[in-house]
Nanobody, 122 residues
Framework: QVQLVESGGGLVQAGGSLRLSCAVS????????MGWFRQAPGKEREFVAA????????LYANSVKGRFTISRDNARTTVYLQMNSLKPEDTAVYYC???????????????WGQGTQVTVSS
């Protein structure tokens, strides 16, 4: 079982930065893979980034590569998504997700947070 609580969304101007946080509760950190997804109005949910808790290997969508950074803090059991050079098309509800084990490139997750709104104004 994994419990996730996101925070850090808000309104920012284009070119600005935001950092999202996802507090993680689980007994199986050694095999957890964490992901961030987003869903814009009228669009399907899309993958943004993922990180393997053990080892820290990462994966990014092409649309955010070079602008977003996913990381985790072992002591705080928190996953972050640092978003720089934000664009209006990054506007969406962002979701933290988790799965136990598996391949980081397989974008199927079992546990989801409640979502946090990110709005980028032009």
């Amino acid at each position: 079982q994994v419990q996730l609580v996101e925070s850090g969304g808000g309104l920012v101007q284009a070119g600005g930065s935001l950092r999202l946080s996802c507090a993680v509760s689980t007994r199986t950190f050694s095999s957890v893979i964490m992901g961030w997804f987003r869903q814009a109005p009228g669009k399907e949910r899309e993958f943004v980034a993922a990180i393997r808790w053990s080892g820290g290997s990462t994966l990014y969508a092409n649309s955010v590569k070079g602008r977003f950074t996913i990381s985790r803090d072992n002591a705080r059991t928190t996953v972050y998504l640092q978003m720089n050079s934000l664009k209006p098309e990054d506007t969406a509800v962002y979701y933290c997700a988790a799965k136990i084990g598996g391949n980081i490139v397989v974008i199927q997750y079992d546990y989801w947070g409640q979502g946090t709104q990110v709005t980028v104004s032009s």
